[in-house]
């Protein structure tokens, strides 16, 4: 959940048009490896098998920062049953210190606390405990010790999350749940006036 600090290969544009949209698509999964290998694999030197760990398609869901149209950050969230899990977090060295990381963040802590969740936990670089403290009021985990993995020391960092006004959950209409993932407030494809109609309809 850590994001190397390196000088800017080159300046970010005052106006940077950022966007943080869920990955819905193979080819938005494609960007998100994409920059997951130039961040992780590039810059930190991580071995392929370590980055790309098995659980990108189990019980994940992904978030892809652009600058226009270009790709330049990701995250990915894992659901457990008490807590969500903030991880993979990396954006391109040149996008770094521009108001892209936050958003990416302010992202991925708001889908959680729409979908329930009280709690969020992380794995933090060592160095960036401080960003954590400072932003997002993260803690480390007491009586966690700090940990290692990939050449780099880590340690567990704990968010509480406030419910969300516009949560989903057990109650929701039917064709809420229906919808895109973190797309809720909007009617889905089940929902226009193209939809197929039930077999009750077709009946009848």
Known sequence: MSVARAPLASPIPANA????????????????????????????????????????FCGATHLLLRCGREPVGVARLRWFGEFAKFERLAVR???RGGPGLKLLCEAAFDLAARKGYRKLIGHAQVRGEAFWKRYFKGRPRPGRPVFHFSGYAYLEMEFDLAAHAGGVGLNSPPMVLLRPEGDWDRPGVLESPGARASARDLAA
């Open 17 to 56: 048009d950022y966007a943080v949209a869920v990955v819905r698509t193979l080819d938005e999964m494609l960007q998100v490896q994409a920059v997951r290998t130039l961040v992780y694999m590039g810059d930190q030197v991580c071995p392929y098998e370590e980055e790309f760990d098995g659980n990108d």
């Open 93 to 95: 060295k040149e996008h």
